[in-house]
């Protein structure tokens, strides 16, 4: 058993950090689901297991949908102006063509109409977004805040 768990450490640590995919872009997506597919070679993960196991990761999903957990997201914008409101709908809608598997998320909190996006579990994991963000005019204002955030998709 020891064994295979050292297993997933010494090949996450062999892997040299430029290779690396920010995690965060899978959110939405079921881990059964990204197993399944091809890889980048022509590879693939076959799971085998009992329907019931698949069923309990399901159940624990939908028990946990509405818990949050403390993390970070990306605050692309924040105004108090009388176009807030039509302008954060705007952006929202323009962020979630960009990246579909990153939610994004409108709120309205005394007179300001902010927007947010991600449910980054590390600020590390947000920095990184952040400086795929910053390379668009449109989020080079944006910032790493802490939030509660929902539980990462399995």
Known sequence: MKRLLLLPIIVLIAVPSSAQVLDSLFLNRSIFELLAETGPNGNRVTLVQQEALYRAVQQ???????????GYRIRI???NQQNARNTSMALKEEFERQYPYIKAY?????IDFRVTVGDFRTRS????FIKILKTQTAYRSAIVIGDAINYPAL
């Open 60 to 70: 624990q999903i939908l028990q946990n949908a509405s818990q949050k957990i403390q």
């Open 77 to 79: 914008f924040s105004s």
């Open 106 to 110: 409108l709120d309205h909190r005394d």
């Open 125 to 128: 994991e947000a920095e990184r």
